[in-house]
């Protein structure tokens, strides 16, 4: 039998096995095309989002990012049902807890733009710098607490992949959506 007619008969014993390399390549591949296509359908062009996809809210481009996200986590740490579910519990409580402090960040940084606009004395940006100081530590210390809370529950080369995760999913997303944004400039920009 050549190779195709294995692959056509489909049997156990004569499934074709892919080198490591070639295999971990076609992983990193299908995930990638996954992120990639789920970034072009929540940040696509306006114009193809009504035409072919509707409008997308925000929130509802928000949270299948979250689900794509905690999907390749979870195939990333190879976590069963059961560790899945205590992990993802304190996983959102930091995510939330992370969300919440971004958001009184955004606040304080409101109100200094406020106060600018306002020509407001010394005292007040110090004010401003004191809350963003604070606050900067506290995403520290929750980062922290997190990692320790992981540590009971996920082995410590667990916890390295998940650091390592973290900073490329998140690296890997600015680098696609500035990607789209330049591909739709190039778009729209006249000839």
């Avoid at 039998?1 to 490591?20: C, F, W």
């Avoid at 530590?137 to 082995?155: G, N, P, S, W």
């Amino acid at each position: 039998m050549n190779d195709s007619e294995l692959i056509n008969h489909g049997t156990p014993s004569a499934t074709r096995v892919l080198p490591t390399g070639l295999a971990t390549a076609a992983l990193k591949f299908c995930a990638t095309t996954a992120v990639v296509l789920c970034i072009l359908s929540a940040v696509g062009s306006q114009a193809c989002s009504q035409a072919r996809f509707g409008q997308i809210p925000p929130r509802d481009r928000f949270e299948r990012l979250q689900q794509l996200k905690k999907l390749r986590l979870m195939e990333v740490l190879g976590l069963a049902e059961e560790e899945s579910v205590r992990f993802f519990a304190r996983y959102n409580k930091f995510e939330n807890e992370l969300r919440d402090l971004e958001s009184q960040r955004n606040g304080v940084i409101d109100d200094l733009e406020a106060a600018l606009k306002r020509g407001e004395k010394a005292e007040v940006y110090q004010r401003g710098f004191d809350q963003l100081e604070a606050l900067g530590k506290k995403v520290a210390d929750a980062r922290l607490q997190f990692y320790e809370d992981a540590k009971k529950l996920l082995t410590a080369e667990q916890v390295a992949k998940l650091i390592v995760f973290e900073r490329n999913f998140n690296r890997d997303l600015r680098e696609m959506i500035q990607e789209v944004q330049r591909e739709r400039r190039r778009g729209f920009a006249p000839r």
